[in-house]
């Protein structure tokens, strides 16, 4: 069976058909399989091959080319157009993101589908490219052709079913977790330093989680005394942890958070940390984070003991300098 359009470029319609039907899942955010197998020709094939026909409007003769050289040609044509556009765009108030992109390489495929058109109805009938679908196979193939021909479509239907599979799960990316403290006021200065016996401070932790599944954390607040000294002969500073008292424990479970570099950064989870030193002295107060649930321990007990093996089991540190006078 052979399907042909020669009264009306059938194929135009299809490629402005198609464009159209991504506007509400563009504009309604839809996302999985349905939008990157419609989205795929949008970027890669259909400005390409519009501008092909609007180039080549006539069929395989001297002012034309044939088919597979169009499909050829529009792909690699549509890898031409679509950077550029982004190019315009970034010189442009609406910046390179999500909707000035869609919109602007639609209306390219709007102008370029017209234009064919245009192209397409000034061109001799028994010259114009029509788009030609032939559903059986030819008659005078013997059983092993028709048998190669069908192993073939199948293998390209299942390259495209795995390529379309694996643009629409992803690998997964980099997995982390924002660990970090900031100063009463809610920005990264003014941190506690210079306190007397007994003052009490406050220190903002945050966390934020990007690992891809749900965590829960545990963070430990140590006070700690060390001296660092120069080795000359390790040519190394040597750390001696002297004292380590237990402060406090927080623990919070937290779902997968999303990074979106379009809008403006928010917090996924704080904590106001409250505290007061009762001895003077010249400290270092260290945040350690956890991804599992911790030993209790005493506070005000002295665990220096166990200070390395806490470092090495710890996902995150942070800390502080403070003066106690």
């Keep these: 069976m052979r399907i042909s359009y020669v009264k009306y470029p059938g194929d135009i319609i299809l ?11 563009t504009l309604l955010n839809v996302e999985g399989p349905l939008r990157v197998i419609l989205g795929l020709p949008f970027l890669l094939f259909i400005p ?16 034309g080319i044939d088919l597979i050289e169009r499909l050829a040609l529009s792909v690699g044509l549509s890898i031409a157009i679509v950077p550029l556009i982004g190019l315009g765009l970034n010189y442009s ?26 192209r397409w109805q000034k061109t001799p009938p028994q ?13 005078s193939e013997t059983k092993l052709d028709k048998a ?20 629409a799960t992803p690998r997964i990316g980099e ?22 016996t007994n003052e009490n401070a406050t220190v903002i932790i945050g966390i934020a989680n990007h690992e891809n599944k749900p965590m829960m954390y545990t963070v430990e607040i140590w006070l700690i005394n060390q001296t660092s000294l120069y080795n000359e002969t390790q040519q190394d500073t040597i750390t001696t942890i002297h004292h380590m008292w ?21 917090p996924q989870w704080e904590y106001s940390y409250h505290f ?30 166990i200070a390395e093996d806490k470092f090495n089991k710890s996902y995150r540190d942070l800390h502080l300098w403070l003066d106690i006078t």
């Design 276 to 305: 007061a030193i009762n001895t003077k002295g010249h400290y270092k107060l260290v945040f350690l984070l956890f991804t599992e649930a911790t030993d209790d321990y005493t506070k005000g007990i002295d665990y220096h003991k």
């Design 127 to 139: 010259d114009r490219f029509t788009l030609t679908l032939n559903l059986s196979l030819p008659h």
């Design 15 to 25: 490629c402005l058909l198609w464009s159209t039907i991504l506007i509400p899942l």
């Design 175 to 196: 997995r982390f977790t924002e660990f970090y403290l900031l100063g009463p006021n809610g920005t990264a200065d003014n941190y506690p330093a210079d306190l007397t």
């Design 48 to 63: 390409g091959y519009l501008l092909i026909l609007v180039l080549f409007p006539a069929k395989k003769t001297i002012q």
């Design 148 to 167: 190669l021909t069908i192993i073939l479509a199948l293998s390209i239907i299942l390259s495209v079913s795995i390529l379309i599979y694996l643009i």
């Design 93 to 118: 108030p609406w910046g390179i993101f999500e909707l000035p992109v869609f919109f602007s390489i639609l209306l390219t495929i709007y102008i370029l589908g017209i234009l064919g058109w245009n």
């Design 246 to 266: 237990f402060m406090d424990k927080i623990t919070t479970t937290l779902n997968h958070s999303t990074i979106d570099l379009e809008t403006s950064w928010t």
